[in-house]
């Protein structure tokens, strides 16, 4: 099951971003596969997901 970490993912974006000179899209897509995610989208659907729902997928 994935479960992502925020904080992680917020850093390795932004290290990607700013340090690694990539858009921010390609920087949370680099840092969402880096969690199991396929993309940044799945990684924001899922966190969308858990919201309303209030508990794990």
């Known amino acids: 099951m994935l479960i992502p970490d925020i ?3 917020e850093e390795r974006a932004a ?3 700013y340090d690694g000179g990539l858009p921010r899209s390609d920087a ?3 840092a969402a596969r880096q969690q199991g995610f396929t ?3 799945h ?3 899922w966190l969308a ?3 309303v ?3 794990l997928p």
């Open 7 to 9: 904080e992680a993912f």
């Open 43 to 45: 990684y924001w659907q």
């Open 53 to 55: 729902a209030r508990k």
């Open 28 to 30: 949370e897509d680099l």
């Open 39 to 41: 993309d940044r989208e």
């Open 15 to 17: 290290i990607a971003q």
């Open 49 to 51: 997901d858990y919201v």
